[in-house]
Structures are given as C-alpha cells and as structure tokens.
C-alpha cells in the first residue's frame, strides 16, 4: 500500500516509511535494498515485500550514495537552439535510454568557462560527460579527460575518447566543386575563434585551394547563428569574391536572406556553401547546397565509448577515435561563376 501525503493523495515511498512498516531501522532497509548479503534473510525478505506492496522506486541520489552510480550522463551543447544538436542529442538520448540511462542536457552558451564550471558544479549528479563541440582548450580537455570519464564530440585531441565528424574532407569536396563551376575567387566565412572544427575547415579549404593555385579569402569571425549573416554576406560583397563556404548552415541561412535583401542573386552572382545539412537547409531560399554529416550517428558513437569506458576505465585511449565520413549535397545555392567581372 503507497504511502499518503496530508491532503490523502498517494506519494512516493521512502526508506523511512519502509523501516515504520517493517520495525525495523531506516539503515537496515536501505541495506536489504542495495546489499542484501549484509541482512539476514527472514529480514530481507520482509523488506523487500513491504517495499514491493509500496511501489518503492529508490531516487538518483540515493542510487549515488549507495552505488556510488547516479546512470546519469550529462550532454554538453554550445548552443541548445542550433538545429544541429538536435541529432546528437536525439542520438545521445536513444542509445542512453537504451542501456538504462538518463541524460542530463548543458547549453554551455559558446562559453569554455561556463562548459568548465558546469562540468565542476555538476559533478555529483552524472557518471561521464559528452562534449558536443567543445569550446575548451586542448590543454583543459586532456586535464578533464583525466579527471572525469568523457567523450568529445568533432575533436581530435590526443588522450582524449573522440568522435570525428569528418567536415575538412567534405570542405575540400565543397572547393572542388566551386571549382568546377568556374570559381577562383572564395572565401571561408569563419566561425567562432574557440571552435576547434571552425580551424579544421579553414586548414582543409587552403590545402585544398592550394592544388589549384588558389588563395581562398577569410572573413569573420562570425557567430554560428542566423543572425551573424547579415554582416557576413555584407563582408563577402565588399571582399568582391563570387563563392563563400560558411562556418555552418545557420550562418549560410542568415547570408541568404540578406544577399536577397541587398538584391544580390544567389548563385548568379554569389555561389554560397553550409556545413551540417541540418533540417531546413533544402527549404530556403534557395535550397543550400551543404556538408551532409550523420549526426545522430555521431550521438549515438559517443555513448558506445563512454560505456565501454565505464566498463573498462584502466582500457587505454584509442590512438585514432571513431571518425564518420561527410558528403557534399548540390542545390540550388550554387552555380556556374557569372561573367561579371568579379573573378581576375
């Protein structure tokens, strides 16, 4: 029978209400309930009947106290309203649940100090952690990896559990294609200076440009939200270029509706490029030409290895962490280079 609260409605059972069934004392039944070996079996079973007949369900924090377990795994975004955590967290939460786990969502805010500190201020209340994007430095990753069992996600940083999101590969796609329509004269709109793929992207579009003799222009940086694009697209029209690759889709979007505000034709007279293919990059205006990467997979990857290091923590780090390939998806935001003069 479920305990009851003042009003008469049925509340959630407690050790102590057990131990008032049962007579016996509030440590002896969290004993029967979490060590069983340490009760005598007569008493036992008497506890663990009376906690059955009440629909005892032992809270997190006791599971902590006693296990030293809260099966709770925190997920830390730079950004809760950017559409491509959507797929990691969808991910994340999925392969959780599935092993018996819950997960605890951080929007960090694009801060390294906030991500540090809420690791710290949390640490009681989760198992492992996954970094969505971190914004920490090499160095404070490797320090925390130290500390706290976790798995980062779009890094690659030695010591560390990692899984790539290969987007340097699908940048170097991206300029071939540019390329191949004519284009010289491109530009990376750079995000935020403390995103590590933002300097992966940036690094892959030079080689890239550099086998055709090529020197791709940088404007920004720019915050990976739609908002930034005005500036953006107002950077690449003063730059004079005729194609840009951006930082992400967000940035891309928001470059798209300023260029048509400035009644600048997209692609006739600027080809525009995004990265991740999130939900909503083939319903603009026009559909956007991007990096499609497996998101969801990439949540998904991360738990795995955060598992398999709580079953193994001494197991040591792989050399190279899991890495998940990108592919370019044509659309309508690209084309052939305009005879314009733009382009030497």
Request: glycine content about 8%; some cysteine.
């Amino acid at each position: 029978m479920r305990p009851r609260a003042d009003d008469g409605a049925a509340r959630p059972a407690t050790l102590a209400d057990i131990a008032a069934a049962t007579g016996v004392a509030t440590s002896t039944v969290s004993r029967a309930l979490t060590n069983p070996a340490r009760v005598n079996a007569a008493t036992r079973e008497r506890i663990q009947k009376v906690a059955a007949d009440m629909h005892y369900v032992p809270s997190a924090p006791a599971r902590a106290l006693t296990s030293g377990k809260t099966k709770t795994v925190a997920v830390l975004v730079s950004d809760v309203t950017n559409p491509f955590y959507f797929d990691i967290i969808r991910g994340t939460q999925q392969q959780l649940k599935a092993a018996g786990y819950t997960q605890l969502l951080v929007d960090t805010e694009e801060s390294d100090e906030l991500e540090d500190g809420m690791l710290h201020r949390l640490r009681r209340s989760y198992d492992g952690a996954i970094l969505a994007a971190s914004r920490l430095s090499e160095r404070r990753l490797v320090a925390l990896s130290a500390e706290i069992p976790l798995v980062a996600i779009n890094r690659q940083t030695p010591g560390v559990p990692t899984v790539f999101i290969d987007t340097p590969s699908g940048i170097e796609q991206a300029l071939e294609h540019l390329v191949s329509l004519g284009h010289t004269r491109i530009a990376y709109a750079a995000g935020p200076e403390t995103s590590w793929p933002n300097e992966g992207r940036w690094r892959a579009l030079q080689r890239a440009a550099k086998r055709h003799g090529l020197t791709p222009g940088r404007i920004g940086p720019f915050a990976p939200r739609r908002s930034a694009g005005a500036a953006a697209a107002d950077a690449a029209v003063n730059a004079g270029i005729t194609a840009c690759i951006a930082f992400n889709d967000l940035l891309a979007i928001g470059m798209l509706q300023r260029l048509r505000q400035r009644g600048v034709s997209v692609p006739g007279e600027i080809s525009i490029v995004g990265c991740d293919d999130i939900f909503g990059a083939d319903f603009c205006n026009p559909p956007l030409t991007t990096l499609t990467a497996p998101i969801e997979q990439a949540g998904r990857t991360a738990v795995s290895i955060l598992l398999a290091r709580f079953d193994d923590p001494a197991a040591p780090v792989p050399r190279r962490g899991a890495t998940l390939p990108t592919h370019l998806t044509i659309r309508s935001s690209t084309g052939p280079r305009a005879g314009n003069g733009r382009n030497p």
